[in-house]
């Protein structure tokens, strides 16, 4: 009797583990696939060149308008200056975020010379040395102008500062800073 109970067990152990495999294997699934993610363009141009090239601006950068009292190439007392920047985030597949900030310092230490940025798609001008946007995925329009104005006032009051700058530079430094927006 414990062969015949030994044997009953055997065969029940097989018939359950028998059960228990074909169960399992209705829960259990094979797939395979491919994923192909296109990672967003990332393309933003300044001034009609892509920006992930350095590049420091310099009062060289700038164009100057004269009095027929001063030389082509100078900037002097009575004369502009200016730099026209654009943005362009067109060929870009996220919405981008951007900062401009001006060091102008060493311009604020000469009052006669008068400092401004135009933002050339409103005609608004300010004098804020920190600017900052959003152009959105969906605009239409994903550029920005602005133009920066320096104009050298002929003030016989400040004859002596104006005397200090001959032969040297006169820096400005601007900075462009450009993120992905991600949103609120």
């Known amino acids: 009797m414990k062969i015949k109970l030994l044997i009953c067990a055997a065969i029940l152990c097989g018939i359950t583990a028998l059960v228990v495999s074909n169960t399992y294997a209705l829960f259990e699934t094979n797939a395979s696939a491919t994923s192909d993610f296109q990672i967003g363009k990332w393309v933003i141009k300044l001034n009609n060149k892509d920006i992930s090239l350095s590049k420091i601006i310099t009062l060289d950068d700038f164009t100057y308008v004269n009095s027929t009292h001063v030389e082509d190439g100078y900037f002097a007392p009575t004369s502009k200056a200016e730099f026209e920047i654009d943005i362009d985030a067109s060929e870009t597949d ?34 804020e040395v920190n600017i900052s946007g959003i152009m959105y995925l969906n605009d239409t329009n994903k550029t920005k102008r602005y133009k920066i104005s320096l104009e050298w006032n002929n003030d016989p009051d400040y004859d002596e500062s104006d005397t200090s700058l001959i032969g040297s530079e006169l820096q400005c430094k601007l900075s462009l800073d450009f993120k992905q927006y991600l949103g609120e």
């Open 94 to 127: 996220t919405s981008v975020e951007y900062t401009l900030d001006i060091d102008d310092s060493n311009i604020r230490e000469y009052p006669n010379i008068g400092f401004k940025i135009i933002d050339l798609d409103t005609n608004q001008e300010t004098t």
